[in-house]
Structures are given as C-alpha cells and as structure tokens.
C-alpha cells in the first residue's frame, strides 16, 4: 500500500524558515517522481518544487531561490527547506508522488500526479 506523510509545518514569522518532510512507504523514491504542491484557502492547488526518479529538481517561481528540494532514500523522505518565509506562503503543503522512469521529469501539474498525502499546514505570520 502506497503512503505518504507529510510533516514539519507550523507557525513561522516572515523570514523565517521551515523544512517539511514527506516519508513514503510502499514504494521506493528510484521508481517514483515526487511534487510538493500547496494550497493556500479559496485558492487552486499549486504545484511548489520537484524531483524526479532520476533526482533532477524543479522549482516553481514563487518559490525559486528560496527553496530547496531534496531526497534521502535511504530513509524514503524528500523534504522541501523553504527560507525567507512570505505570508503568502500559507497554505496546506501536500506531497504526491507518481511511478516513473529514471529519465523522466514531471512537471509541477496536479494532474499528472497519483499518490498524495494528507497535506501539513504552514503558516506565515507575525
């Protein structure tokens, strides 16, 4: 059974910084891309960061410069180190994952995404 958990939010001031984690089970992150995505209240969700099978990193631009993916497979977690925390940036932060191949990369489209967790609230206020 596929699973991912999502953990590391909470209450940050502006500028301040978060790393979120997402720890998967039932499969292992050499077969599968993973996407953070968030969604802030009355908003879509959006996609934030990447990385594929193959360990090839996306970004958003809301949040390029300011953050960055990364993946411990031996532990089965990705996490997402966000800096410079903007009030903007709150939302429920998800991660998902998707079955790929080595060499493909997946953009940051909710659609294209199989597997999601429950989401983490991050919230950005003084």
């Known amino acids: 059974q596929l699973q991912l958990v999502e953990s590391g939010g909470g209450l940050v001031q502006p500028g301040g910084s978060l790393r979120l984690s997402c720890t998967v089970s039932g499969f292992t992150l050499e077969h599968y891309a993973i996407g953070w995505f968030r969604q802030a209240p009355g908003k879509e969700r959006e996609g934030v960061s990447g990385?594929?099978?193959?360990?090839?990193?996306l970004y958003a631009d809301s949040v390029k410069g300011r953050s960055t993916i990364s993946r411990d497979k031996a532990k089965n977690t990705v996490y997402l180190q966000m800096n410079s925390l903007k009030t903007e940036d709150t939302a429920v932060y998800y991660c998902a994952a998707v079955s790929s191949s080595r060499d493909e990369v997946y953009g940051l489209y909710k659609e294209d995404y199989d597997y999601w967790g429950q989401g983490t609230q991050v919230t950005v206020s003084s």
């Open positions: 990385i594929s099978a193959g360990g090839v990193t």
